[in-house]
């Protein structure tokens, strides 16, 4: 297929702008045939998830462009990498790794993008707006862009990401275009007490009903509360987008393209229409425990997608209302972040309870890129459906799922404790 180019594209595919933007210029054109359109677009940012450092050819491939002297020409932020870049021998003993991993780090900020290493950008810097083109890596945060901020990105793969933000383009299809972002599945909460809505694991198990239920359909949810937090909306996006394929959900009244049913669906029928009931809920939330009430915990995992300010905030307070007030010897709790949440932590005085708590802080990275959990650990205990979805198969671990507050506890027993929700 013949793809329509701007002067610009052209001069890039020419080699007229350097290599870097050449090579990048020509994978996007091939992605635009094997996504079956014959134009690209513009965007205005982008979120790289390729510097992960999931392999050798990852690292070859960032250091080329870099040497070749790629540029973003949008502003581009990094999700997590490999290493908590400030303090990585906590962790990680392989220095050969290690080195490896600064490398990519260092090629992809040659490259200007900003070092945020967070799997939550959203709710940091240079956050997009409604109705922005965007191209983001990392499911969550393209679930979360595109439906709790109306921005609009496919799902972006590793290297796809930095070669759209080197050209500033992308090619035009799927959910950057109005007709693609339509409600399919309209699911219908019923008979949801209050309290069972104003449960912080609601959320998280709620989509991780949804993920499994739709797959990669867009769905429409009727019956939520109408007020949510930015982070009861990261839970319900990131557990979805593992359980399923989710990169796009509109929850009537609450998210930017759902003001009514009928504007999420475009003013056409659902293909489908499913209620939802407390039952099913439950069935979710056993679903996504492997572990059983009391067995002995080993370690504690928060901060999937990274733990935010706020998140920061209920984590003390749940810590200052036990005693005692630190984790039971053998429990590790390990806490998932980036700098930016980080720094505005720093000028509390919450730092001092939550580490004399036991609670180990590590920024840039996550449990499924650096070794921060123990070989022999068997059993887990997160708030974070996304954790509890992936710990089992790539980790060997049982999970625990609960709320913030039950993983405090639990530490503290040193054995899973879970209340039963609403
Ligand atoms: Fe982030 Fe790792 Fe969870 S990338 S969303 S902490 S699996």
Known sequence: MTIALSENDKRMLDGLCGEASRMAMSIIVRMANVCGTNELMDICQAHIDGCGLMSDAGLEFAEKLAAAGGKVVVPTTLNMGPLDLQDWPKFVTDEVFASKALRQGKAYTDMGCVPTWSCAPYQGYLTPRFGQQIAWGESNAICYANSVLGARTNRYADYLD???????????????????????????????????????VFWPVLGHLVGDMVHDKISVIEGLPKMATTDQLKAFGAAAASAGSV????????????????????????????????????????????????????????????????????????????????AADGVDVALLTCQQSLSLVDRTDWLADIEAFGGRITRDTCVFHTPMIRRDADVLMTNSGKCGYYAPGTLDVKVAFGSIGDCVRSAVAGKVLRRRPG
């Open 162 to 200: 930095i070669c759209a933000a080197i050209t500033g383009r992308v090619p035009k299809c799927g959910l950057h275009l109005t007709e693609n972002r339509r409600g399919q599945w309209l699911l219908k909460l019923q008979d949801f007490s209050p309290e069972l809505l104003a449960e912080e």
């Open 247 to 326: 990169a796009l959900f509109h929850a009537v009244g609450l998210t930017p393209e759902a003001p009514t049913r009928e504007a999420a669906l475009q003013d056409m029928e659902p293909e489908q229409v499913t209620d939802i009931t407390p039952d099913d809920w439950y069935r979710a939330w056993e679903d996504l425990a492997g572990a059983h009430e009391g067995d002995k915990l080993d370690v504690v995992v928060l901060g999937c997608p990274h733990f935010s300010f706020d998140e920061f905030r209920t984590l003390t307070e749940e810590i200052r209302a036990v005693a005692p007030a630190r």
